[in-house]
């Protein structure tokens, strides 16, 4: 005898929350929210009352129904708030640093800025191209992107030209497809197959890098993706002795995805690293193995135990530089013309969060 359909429909309401309540955290990474906050339906809506103040209908309409660009979504003209207060859309391009002093991990496009600050993204208002080639740019270390040789120098947020989305398609909209809805399934903050802990309130001390050591050959840590568009940077051919940096003075570039552990000697001063009980300093985060085994959100970072013993804090890409910009040269977390070695200022700061006895 079957169930009454009331009986059956409360059964699964209550097998639907038992799952909800069984799923991994992960979940709420996801975009949450009315559908309207970035989808419209047909883009006929016009300039009145009957569509979002965010929302930018102007020209063809987008791919995945979408109401704005990367850029529109993420962009605020005031530094009041450092996320969309509707959508929750964190803010990648500002006029300034947000006015709550809460920095994005990986920064900002001040579009108040020059080039040398911040990825000249195109698609972002005001910015024009930047260099015809990144700097460091090695065809070999393309990654899953094809060789589009940057002879246009449009840098994109997504796509074959960008950083997010599926690299192998061109087109942004389409290259990020779906992301916002599947979570950290694509990749952490939609870098695709790339690893990593990622806060749920965009804070450094809940972000987690992915890292390992020696990582030239690998296509999952953070600096990997970095690798895709600067590749001569993220190798240890610069250690003339090709013993991993062993050699003092062997390094011609600093070197990323390589372990602090590897580099401390006796009476050297990278031991003193580590910051009370914190995984890592958030002025100067570092990788880890640990991170680079999954995409996770809302991790204690970097958690290491025993340093340097355990080889597990590694220098990256981001341990000096932010993903979208700063304010300063070479989107530096601080101002390389302040670091001024032998008591000149800014001690304890900067490059002396590692280098601590030049300080």
């Known amino acids: 005898m079957k ?20 799923l991994p955290t992960y979940v709420m990474a996801k975009v949450s929210g009315q559908c309207s906050n970035c989808h419209t339906m047909h883009a006929s809506q016009t300039q009145s009352g009957d569509r979002l103040d965010s929302w930018d209908l102007t020209g063809a309409p987008r791919g995945a129904l979408l109401a704005n660009s990367c850029a529109g979504c993420h962009t605020s003209s005031t530094t009041t708030n450092r996320r969309d207060p509707i959508t929750k859309a964190p803010y990648v391009v500002m006029p300034g640093a947000p006015q709550d002093g809460a920095i ?11 080039e040398h600050t911040q990825h000249s993204v195109t698609t972002v208002a005001g910015i024009t191209a930047g260099l015809s080639v990144p700097p460091g740019y090695l065809s070999t270390d393309n990654g899953p992107r094809p060789d589009q040789a940057w002879t246009s120098g449009e840098l994109t947020c997504a796509g074959t030209n960008g950083c997010h989305g599926d690299p192998e398609i061109t087109d942004e909209g389409k290259s990020v497809s779906g992301i916002h809805h599947r979570a950290t399934a694509v990749g952490y903050r939609g870098l695709y197959g790339i690893n990593g802990v990622e806060s749920t309130g965009y804070l450094a001390v809940n972000n987690g890098y992915s890292g390992v ?3 030239a050959a690998t296509t999952t840590t953070i600096s990997a993706l970095c690798a895709e568009c600067h590749g001569a940077f993220h190798d240890l051919t610069g250690d003339t002795d090709a013993n991993n940096g062993e050699t003092p003075s062997a390094w011609i570039r600093h070197p990323t995805d390589f372990a602090l552990a590897d580099a401390v000697q006796t009476n050297d001063d990278y031991a003193s690293y580590k910051k009370s009980t914190l995984a890592y300093n958030e002025e100067v985060p570092v990788g880890s193995v640990a991170n680079n085994a999954s ?65």
């Open 3 to 22: 169930a009454p359909r009331k009986s059956r429909s409360i059964l699964v309401t209550l097998l639907i929350l038992g799952l909800a309540c069984t």
């Open 213 to 215: 050591n020696g990582g």
């Open 104 to 114: 994005l991990p990986g920064g900002y496009i001040n579009i108040n800025n020059d």
């Open 295 to 359: 995409v996770s959100v809302d991790g204690v970072g970097t958690a290491f135990t025993n340093w340097p013993a355990d080889g597990n804090a590694i220098v990256i890409c981001l341990s000096c530089h932010r993903a979208h910009g700063s304010d300063n040269a070479d989107l530096l977390r601080w101002s390389y013309g302040g670091m001024v070695a032998g008591g000149g200022g800014n001690d304890g700061t900067g490059c002396f969060r590692c280098h601590t006895t030049k300080d």
